[in-house]
């Protein structure tokens, strides 16, 4: 009965926000100043005018008993968010009270960019390390900046991954071994050259073919070496982890798929 409240009261409370003005930004936390949350608005009005995706940022100190993930999806679904026949976007959802942070993406666009492989650890890692030394504004503008970065790659047909995130390491790479190669390659053209009689370290090619014979030949056991190890216990391993992580996709309460992940901070 709980589990069915809950998604009923989070419905009722997100349409009657969406009656007000709808905006990319709601701060109920307080974290940001009056000129942030503008700076903020302008720069996700801006990125959904020219990419057609929603970035939303949204504060809590407290959801009750709501998972992250379900607050983040709802409150998403509930209050018209997304650009597009998709509904293309991705919510930002912060709780300071349970430390809880949780990126929520809707439509086939959001989910392909936000994998888990580069793009969402790449924001991850970049939006993380400013929530804990608590720079919540600057964790807002790289949340947008990293997003603007995805769909300016995403509208040239490429997604940001492990090769994007390394390419320059891996140009040095690459002419580094070439460098090795042609070393080693002009190295052995170089001994090839060389006419000079090198010492020999082997008696062999100072015998004389056929002059030395054995008669006896006899083979003798001297001793053996025996090393013993413990052999290992057949055991049952599980893994149990927090929650968090991210890369699949999930239903929320309203039917819709959302991908996305998240955690603490």
């Known amino acids: 009965m709980k589990a069915k409240i809950i998604p009923a009261a989070l419905a009722v409370l997100f349409l009657s926000a969406s009656l007000f003005a709808r905006s990319r930004v709601t701060d109920n936390a307080g974290l940001l100043s009056g000129e942030e949350a503008a700076g903020l608005e302008s720069l996700t009005a801006d990125i959904a005018s020219r990419y057609g995706f929603d970035l939303v940022i949204v504060t809590e100190r407290d959801i009750g008993g709501a998972e992250p993930m379900a607050y983040a999806d709802d409150f998403f679904d509930y209050n018209g968010y997304g650009l597009g026949q998709d509904r293309d976007g991705c919510l930002f959802l912060l709780v300071t009270g349970s430390r809880d942070y949780w990126f929520s993406t809707s439509g086939q666009r959001g989910k ?4 888990s492989s580069g793009a969402l650890n ?9 929530l804990r030394d608590g720079d919540m504004a600057g964790a807002f503008r790289a949340f947008t900046g990293n997003w603007e970065e995805f769909l300016a790659l995403a509208a040239k047909g490429r997604n940001y991954n492990f090769f994007y995130e390394w390419n320059a390491v891996l140009v040095i790479c690459a002419w580094v071994l070439a460098l090795v190669i042609a070393c080693l390659i002009v190295a052995s053209w170089k001994r090839k050259m060389n006419t000079v009689l090198l010492p020999r370290k082997e008696a062999d090619s100072y015998l004389v073919s056929g002059s030395l014979a054995f008669t006896q030949q006899q083979e003798r ?3 053996s070496t025996v090393t013993r190890a413990p052999r290992p216990k057949s055991s049952s391993s599980s893994f149990s982890g927090g929650r968090g992580g991210g890369g699949g996709s999930h239903t929320s309460s309203s039917g819709r798929s959302h991908g996305g992940g998240g955690g603490k901070y």
């Not at 790449?122 to 400013?130: A, F, M, P, Q």
């Open 112 to 115: 392909k960019i936000l994998n």
């Open 122 to 130: 790449k924001l991850e890692s970049s939006v993380v390390g400013r």
């Open 221 to 223: 056991f001297l001793y």
